[in-house]
Structure formats: C-alpha cells, structure tokens
C-alpha cells in the first residue's frame, strides 16, 4: 500500500510540474509577443496561439489532476445555512446530475474531438484534435467528482471538506 501511495503522490507531483511547465511557457510566451510586438515591430500570431492553447489546456489539465477538492472555491453561504439532512440531498442530487450530464455528453465530445482531426490551428498548424483532447479527462474528472460528492451524501459522510474549518472561512475569534 505504501508503494501505492508513493506512485500516487509521484504522479501528482508531476502533474503540478506539467501545470507549471504550461504557465511557464504562457509567460516566456507572452514576452515574446511584446519583445516581437513592440520592440522588432514583427508581430507573430504563434504566440496569441500558443498562449490560447496553454490556457486551455492549464485550466483542464489543472482540474482534472491537479485540484484537490478542498482547493475548489465554493458559494456555500446558502448551502452552509440548510440543515444537514437537506444538505445530503442537494449532494446527491447535484453529484448525480452533474456526472449523467458530463458522462451523457461524453460519446458528442468525442466525436467532435475526434471530426477536429481534420482541421488545424491557423498558425502553428495543430490539428484541433490535440488541442480538445484534454477535454476527455477533465470531463471524466468532473464526473468522478460528481459520484464521490453524491456518495458522500448517501453514506451521511458529509462533504468532502468541512467548510467551517477551511482555509476560506474567516474565523476572527
């Protein structure tokens, strides 16, 4: 189990360099265009689309391996005021609906995914189909997501974070 734990803490180590590797490049990136832009008086659109594609991709990528659930930034002022019991439903309810939704669009996404092969960014001349596909894994995060978030309010084992001790709340006593 311990070998299990460590290639899983591995795995998200890794994760977290791909994710800064992207902003890193997005910054280096950005530069660029100014250096280019407004000291050689070259403009390159590479840049605008390598930055468009990294942000995509950061985002995505971020949430489907990187996120923790405690780092997702909740409105809960509403939900935090329910009684418990209606709390487990909106979990269940919204855990369930979420995934059918995401799992339930899945076979669409991939087939557009898939049809995007065909066509290629403007500049860096990508195909499309690179550039979607992280759409794959974010959606199957979000559905797995919504499952552990309906399951915990069918076993009664509340939220996966407890709010009133997050590092959101602002406790002054």
């Known amino acids: 189990m311990t070998r299990l734990t460590y290639l899983w803490g591995w795995m998200g180590r890794r994760a977290e360099n791909i994710l800064a590797l992207l902003l890193f490049s997005m910054f280096v990136t950005f530069l660029l265009q ?24 950061g985002i995505l990528f971020g949430f489907a391996f990187v996120v923790r659930e405690a780092d997702i930034i909740r409105l809960d002022v509403l939900y935090s005021a329910l009684p418990r019991g209606t709390r487990r439903v909106m979990d269940v309810l919204t855990g369930l609906s979420l995934a059918a939704i995401f799992l ?13 092969m065909r066509e290629k960014t403007a500049y860096m001349r990508l195909p ?46």
């Open 34 to 57: 100014i250096v280019f832009r407004y000291f050689l008086n070259l403009p390159v659109g590479w840049t605008v689309e390598w930055v468009t594609i990294a942000w995509l991709w």
């Open 104 to 116: 339930y669009t899945l076979p669409a996404s991939w087939d557009y995914i898939d049809f995007m």
């Open 128 to 173: 499309f189909f690179w550039v979607f596909l992280i759409y794959i894994p974010f959606a199957l995060s979000v559905a797995v997501r919504g499952l552990l978030t309906a399951w915990a309010g069918i076993t009664g084992s509340g939220r996966l974070f407890d709010t009133s001790k997050s590092a959101e709340t602002h406790d002054y006593d």
